[in-house]
């Protein structure tokens, strides 16, 4: 019976080790044809912006070699290689030194852009359709299941093995009562009892009865364990002095004192529950009311995942957001970033973004990006103007959505004044801020 079991044992182990390693290996084919798709598509974006780049610029200028190298900053891990070359002559090689380090499979794409005798640019990319960073996460959520089922498998032997162990001195312990009863049996004629000493069968059961009751008179009563409940609460956390920057000048002034951060109860009541009132049908955004309500939401989601996020806000002056040229902008950024339930319609020529899991330095690149596709759609329009953005983040501070829109609204205001300076972030020293802030309390 032993033997059967443990060749059962043996065959779910090695069932399930086979069908994990199936699982695995099936799995990353998925994202291997999953990484093809999405290497092709991201490659001929790429070849479309370019192709709209050289058509206004003529020749690969410096503005025009911001296109790729934003879209190597936005995407890093997803291009093993990219060279452009024009008439022949290499103008943009990445990387600069080649790398042998094995970094996941890749797939070469290639693309020329020609135009009578002004224009020939050759694209050629290498982009990975199955990075090493998911071959090693795949094997390492493999590594730890069949550890696990190993592990269990372990557990449930060694359970076996006790239990043999205990039912086997179970049987030793019997064998010996039983050998005692028979000496006692045969020992019976030796035994001299009194007249006091008269045991029957009865009163051999009464007395056992008794000694029963007592002991479980013995026995202390249960008195259960009551939990404290009530809730605990937190001590009020003090910040300190602000301290700011940008990309080229400093921002200087420094916001007003900590407002009160809304508890996540309070941010949950405060979520509008009326979706279909929520967006825009002119630009697709949501309404500028709803902008408090939401950064509340995803500041409390962001404090308790321990992540950072920022607002980023966007003004173009004299732009109307319905208009033909403020809708191909709205319809850009939300190419760019996909969920239009974190942006959001500006006053009356504004954009509001929620940029989740992104800290100062991550907005201000992806700033950049946004910025050039907002100058091109204005310069095909025929339109003079120039946007400016401001920027501000949580840094690893609990605060409300009116105070970051704040910080947003003040790095605004000083890159509008500095035409050499049209993204401007905020940027905070929560130590300093912290001493800042219990001072003034």
Same mark, same amino acid.
């Given at each position: 019976?032993?033997?059967?079991?443990?060749?059962?044992?043996?065959?779910?182990?090695?069932?399930?080790?086979?069908?994990?390693?199936?699982?695995?290996?099936?799995?990353?084919?998925?994202?291997?044809?999953?990484?093809? @798709?999405?290497?092709?598509?991201?490659?001929?974006?790429?070849?479309? +912006?370019?192709?709209?780049?050289?058509? @206004?610029?003529?020749?690969?200028?410096?503005?025009?070699?911001?296109?790729?190298?934003?879209?190597?900053?936005?995407?890093?891990?997803?291009?093993?290689?990219?060279?452009?070359? #024009?008439?022949?002559?290499?103008?943009?090689?990445?990387?600069? @030194?080649?790398?042998?380090?094995?970094?996941?499979?890749?797939?070469?794409?290639?693309?020329?852009?020609?135009?009578?005798?002004?224009?020939?640019?050759?694209?050629?990319?290498?982009?990975?359709?199955?990075?090493?960073?998911?071959?090693?996460?795949?094997?390492?959520?493999?590594?730890?299941?069949?550890?696990?089922?190993? =592990?269990?498998?372990?557990?449930?032997?060694?359970?076996?093995?006790?239990?043999?162990?205990?039912?086997?001195?179970?049987?030793? @312990?019997?064998?010996?009562? #039983? $050998?005692?009863?028979?000496?006692?049996? +045969?020992?019976?004629?030796?035994?001299?009892?009194?007249?006091?000493?008269?045991?029957?069968?009865?009163?051999?059961?009464?007395?056992?009865?008794?000694?029963?009751?007592?002991?479980?008179?013995?026995?202390?009563?249960?008195?259960?364990?009551?939990?404290?409940?009530?809730?605990?609460?937190?001590?009020?956390?003090?910040?300190?002095?602000?301290?700011?920057?940008?990309?080229?000048?400093?921002?200087?002034?420094?916001?007003?004192?900590?407002? $009160?951060?809304?508890?996540?109860?309070?941010?949950?009541?405060?979520?509008?529950?009326?979706?279909?009132?929520?967006?825009?049908?002119?630009?697709? =955004?949501?309404?500028?009311?709803?902008?408090?309500?939401?950064?509340?939401?995803?500041?409390?989601?962001?404090?308790?995942?321990?992540?950072?996020?920022?607002?980023?806000?966007?003004?173009?002056?004299?732009?109307?957001?319905?208009?033909?040229?403020?809708?191909?902008?709205?319809?850009?950024?939300?190419?760019?970033?996909?969920?239009?339930?974190?942006?959001?319609?500006?006053?009356?020529?504004?954009?509001?973004?929620?940029?989740?899991?992104?800290?100062?330095?991550?907005?201000?690149?992806?700033?950049?990006?946004?910025?050039?596709?907002?100058?091109?759609?204005?310069?095909?329009?025929?339109?003079?103007? $120039?946007?400016?953005?401001?920027?501000?983040?949580?840094?690893?501070?609990?605060?409300?959505?009116?105070?970051?829109?704040?910080?947003?609204?003040?790095?605004?205001?000083?890159?509008?004044?500095?035409?050499?300076?049209?993204?401007?972030?905020?940027?905070?020293?929560?130590?300093? #801020?912290? $001493?800042?802030?219990?001072? +003034?309390?």
């Amino acid at each position: 019976m032993k033997n059967k079991f443990f060749n059962v044992i043996i065959s779910i182990i090695i069932i399930s080790i086979l069908a994990t390693l199936a699982s695995t290996g099936y799995i990353l084919y998925e994202d291997y044809q999953k990484g093809r @798709v999405e290497a092709q598509t991201r490659f001929e974006k790429l070849v479309a +912006k370019c192709e709209e780049a050289i058509m @206004v610029y003529k020749q690969p200028t410096r503005l025009f070699l911001l296109i790729p190298q934003n879209e190597l900053k936005m995407y890093p891990y997803s291009y093993h290689t990219l060279s452009i070359d #024009y008439f022949g002559q290499n103008v943009l090689t990445y990387p600069s @030194v080649q790398n042998t380090r094995f970094k996941g499979f890749y797939t070469t794409y290639s693309d020329s852009i020609v135009e009578s005798n002004n224009i020939n640019l050759t694209i050629t990319a290498q982009l990975y359709t199955l990075p090493s960073s998911i071959i090693y996460l795949r094997i390492r959520v493999t590594f730890i299941i069949i550890l696990s089922i190993t =592990f269990l498998c372990a557990l449930l032997l060694i359970a076996t093995c006790l239990d043999s162990s205990d039912k086997k001195s179970k049987a030793v @312990v019997k064998k010996d009562e #039983y $050998k005692a009863e028979n000496n006692e049996i +045969k020992d019976d004629d030796e035994l001299v009892l009194t007249e006091d000493e008269d045991y029957t069968e009865e009163s051999y059961e009464e007395s056992d009865e008794t000694e029963v009751q007592e002991t479980q008179e013995e026995k202390p009563a249960y008195e259960p364990v009551s939990l404290n409940t009530e809730p605990v609460e937190k001590p009020d956390v003090s910040y300190g002095e602000t301290v700011t920057s940008q990309i080229n000048t400093p921002l200087g002034a420094a916001p007003a004192a900590e407002e $009160k951060i809304p508890t996540p109860a309070e941010v949950l009541k405060s979520t509008p529950e009326d979706h279909d009132q929520m967006f825009s049908t002119a630009t697709g =955004f949501c309404f500028e009311k709803h902008l408090v309500s939401r950064l509340e939401s995803e500041l409390a989601r962001a404090a308790s995942s321990q992540i950072d996020i920022s607002l980023v806000l966007v003004k173009i002056p004299g732009l109307v957001l319905d208009s033909p040229c403020g809708i191909e902008i709205c319809k850009k950024i939300l190419d760019i970033f996909h969920y239009r339930d974190m942006l959001f319609e500006y006053k009356t020529d504004g954009i509001a973004i929620i940029f989740s899991n992104a800290n100062i330095d991550k907005a201000m690149e992806s700033c950049e990006s946004i910025y050039a596709e907002i100058c091109s759609i204005l310069s095909r329009n025929n339109s003079s103007t $120039k946007p400016y953005i401001g920027i501000a983040s949580r840094s690893l501070r609990f605060i409300s959505g009116e105070r970051i829109i704040t910080e947003a609204e003040q790095a605004l205001i000083h890159a509008g004044e500095d035409q050499d300076s049209p993204i401007i972030a905020f940027r905070v020293n929560p130590e300093k #801020y912290r $001493k800042y802030m219990a001072t +003034k309390e």
